[in-house]
Nanobody, 122 residues
Framework: QVQLVESGGGLVQAGGSLRLSCAAS????????MGWFRQAPGKDREFVAG????????YYADSVKGRFTIARDNAKNTVYLQMNSLKPEDTAVYYC???????????????WGQGTQVTVSS
């Protein structure tokens, strides 16, 4: 089992920044590829960013490329999502997730956090 707890969400003006954190406990964190997803009201959950177990490979949705950065610190069992130049359309509940195998951009992840709200005002 892996337990994931997100933090760092909040209300920010357009153009601002937030850094989300996802703390993991349970099974060996460093062996899991990790992903960040988001879900806006009335919309499907969508892939935002992913990172390999080593941190050597990262993946981004086109909508956030160049603005968001995913990183991990395996010594701290934590994955981060640095979000810059935020837009109102980034408003959503953000979830971190872990899975066996490789990063995928679908929601086929094995473990999920409870989510943290990000609201970007115009």
């Amino acid at each position: 089992q892996v337990q994931l707890v997100e933090s760092g969400g909040g209300l920010v003006q357009a153009g601002g920044s937030l850094r989300l954190s996802c703390a993991a406990s349970g099974r060996t964190f460093s062996s899991f590829p990790m992903g960040w997803f988001r879900q806006a009201p009335g919309k499907d959950r969508e892939f935002v960013a992913g990172i390999s177990w080593s941190g050597g490979n990262t993946y981004y949705a086109d909508s956030v490329k160049g603005r968001f950065t995913i990183a991990r610190d395996n010594a701290k069992n934590t994955v981060y999502l640095q979000m810059n130049s935020l837009k109102p359309e980034d408003t959503a509940v953000y979830y971190c997730a872990a899975r066996f195998g490789m990063v995928v951009t679908t929601t086929k992840y094995d473990y999920w956090g409870q989510g943290t709200q990000v609201t970007v005002s115009s």
